[in-house]
């Protein structure tokens, strides 16, 4: 199946039509791009932008609309009112997703008039966000039921199928009105870049539609989506991801069987590696680019004189040592994995003649409200750690506590790199 894409260029790749693209490829489906508008921007601003004449966006849309079998269109930036026209034309009998693409997120106008994207209300599935319903309702909204009254306003006055207001600037609750009846689809606040994010829902949502699920499945899919890209956004582009999921996936694939390898070659050490071994027995983790963690599913233990993995490598098999790889990623993204042995001061001098930068946390100087606290220990000694040694290290020990037995983290840029430095401490 495909869906049509018509949208402006974003020359920064946040949004416009390469969000689109990605979203309808990773979704499955296959997308038709027809361009309107030609931005000049950045994450930061929009310079200006430049529209297309209308009978080349005209043109664009005759060229595919009779040689592929179109499940949606999704409409975003359309300029002005001239191509605005020309898209109603040329897309009458298909379902319509429109984006009333009206700004940008640093406030620059994209269109040159809200009565530019009223041409495309009548029939479609409207889904603006907050300052875009008050425009186009002509009411304040400040609150959920003030979102449900210009969603009604928005179907019944200007006559769309269907309108979903995004409470991304208001409360994350999304709502949708349609057939006469309200829904609403909470959300939370999710940690990320949000640029792009009207982009990718509303090609979502036409993706779903084209899938031919209801439109209130397809809101909430189209949603948990966005909240996706927004959760695995990538820094570069200030941006959302719109191939989270399966660039998520290729990396738990790679980061699973890198484990995998290196923990072969950790048993290998067998014998050299036993007197190492805590009691609590030793775990092996290591991160994805989006830190996600897998580990030794209960850990790797003495086994007579040499050792053994209780189980397979696994997603989230160790909260221990995920919690400490994902502190110290916060100073130092590229430490990837991270390893635990029992402590010893042979093994400590053996680091720092090795090189390693070794750095320590002291147990007793722990805060009491990080004692009360939950799970908070780990990452208080991390961070301790890293500052006390100004720089990234590759060991970092502590002496114990009550009831706490003495321990080393080492540390690597990849699995192989920790088993390396295993190898080297742990030869005679």
């Keep these: 199946m495909a869906v049509l894409i018509v949208a402006g260029l974003d020359t920064g790749g946040g949004a416009g039509l390469k969000a689109d693209i990605e979203t309808v490829s990773a979704l499955g489906e296959h997308p038709l791009p027809v361009l309107t508008s030609v931005t000049y921007q950045n994450p930061s601003e929009v310079r200006g932008y430049h529209t297309l004449p209308p009978e080349v966006v005209r043109e664009q849309i005759r060229a595919v609309r009779g040689s592929f079998k179109i499940g949606a269109v999704k409409i975003g930036m359309l300029g002005s009112r001239e191509i605005a026209e020309a898209v109603k034309q040329e897309t009458e009998g298909l379902t319509r997703v429109l984006d009333p693409v009206m700004e940008s997120s640093t406030g620059a106008k994209l269109v040159d008039s809200v009565e530019s994207v009223k041409v495309l209300i009548l029939g479609s599935i409207v889904t603006p966000n907050v300052p875009e319903a008050e425009a186009l309702s002509g009411l304040k ?87 996706g890209s927004i959760r695995f956004s990538k820094a570069e582009a200030r941006a959302v991801n719109p191939l989270w999921e399966l660039e998520r996936d290729a990396h738990r694939w790679r980061a699973k069987g890198e484990l995998e390898e290196a923990v072969k ?110 799970k908070g220990t780990m990452e208080w000694g991390i961070e301790s750690a890293v500052k006390r040694v100004g720089k990234r290290p590759d060991l970092i020990y502590h002496l114990g506590d009550w009831g706490k037995e003495p321990m080393v983290l080492i540390f690597g840029r990849s699995a192989m790199e920790v088993v390396e430095r295993v190898r080297a401490l742990s030869s005679r």
């Design 141 to 227: 909204i400040r609150s959920i039921e003030e979102m449900k009254e210009a969603a009604k306003v928005i179907a019944e006055e200007l006559g769309a199928e269907a309108v979903v207001i995004k409470g991304g600037h208001l409360s994350y609750t999304d709502v949708l009105y349609w057939k006469g009846k309200l829904y609403e689809f909470p959300g939370e606040r999710v940690e990320g870049f949000t640029h792009g994010t009207g982009c990718v829902f509303s090609s979502a949502l036409a993706v779903f539609l084209a899938k031919g699920f209801e439109l209130p499945e397809t809101v909430e899919r189209a949603k948990r989506f966005v909240e």
């Design 265 to 374: 070659e950790l048993m290998e050490l067998g014998e050299k590696l036993n007197p190492h071994v805590p009691e609590v027995g030793t775990n092996f983790a290591l991160a994805t680019p989006f830190s996600e963690v897998f580990a030794v599913k209960g850990r790797i233990v003495r086994y007579g004189g040499t050792i053994k993995p209780v189980g397979p490598v696994e997603f989230n098999a160790s909260d221990h040592l995920r919690r400490a790889l994902l502190k110290m990623r916060e100073f130092y993204p590229e430490v990837r994995a991270v390893l635990n042995l029992r402590y010893s001061e042979e093994l400590v001098e053996k680091a720092k003649k090795l090189g390693l930068v070794v750095s320590f946390y002291d147990r007793r100087e722990e805060p009491e409200d990080v004692k009360r606290a939950e």
